[in-house]
């Protein structure tokens, strides 16, 4: 088990199916569960198009 942080939010997931994880990997979560590690590059990618897509749907609901 692990800790993860997602833009702020901490939450324990299952790093069963991933060997030799370290302190400061980049992972892809689904359901509570590490699927895969990912390079800091598209983790960050990732993460500005989540912040966009977020952006988008709140001004649609505006």
Known sequence: ???VSIDGISK???IAFI???AVGDY???HVGYA???IDP???KR???LLQELGSVGQDLQS
């Open 41 to 43: 590059a598209e983790a």
């Open 19 to 21: 060997d030799d994880l």
């Open 1 to 3: 088990m692990a800790i």
């Open 12 to 14: 324990e997931i299952s």
């Open 27 to 29: 992972v892809l979560v």
């Open 46 to 48: 990732t993460l500005q």
């Open 35 to 37: 699927l895969a590690r």
